[in-house]
């Protein structure tokens, strides 16, 4: 398996971006029924990623 590259200040490409199917999932649910969604964490932990 090929270590994961972090590149500061950029997203993750989408095939280096794993381990997030539930966040993906419960986003996409809020979406569909209309909802509101507040994602929040520290810096660096991939937010920009997550909503790309």
Do not use: W
């Not at 539930?22 to 209309?34: G, H, K, L, P, V």
């Not at 909802?35 to 991939?46: E, K, P, Q, R």
């Amino acid at each position: 398996m090929e270590p994961i590259k972090f590149f500061p200040n950029k997203p993750v490409t989408p095939n280096k971006f794993v381990g997030r199917t539930s966040e993906i999932y419960t986003i996409f649910a809020q979406i569909n029924n209309r909802g509101h969604v507040a994602i929040y964490d520290s810096s660096g932990m991939d937010k920009s990623s997550l909503l790309k």
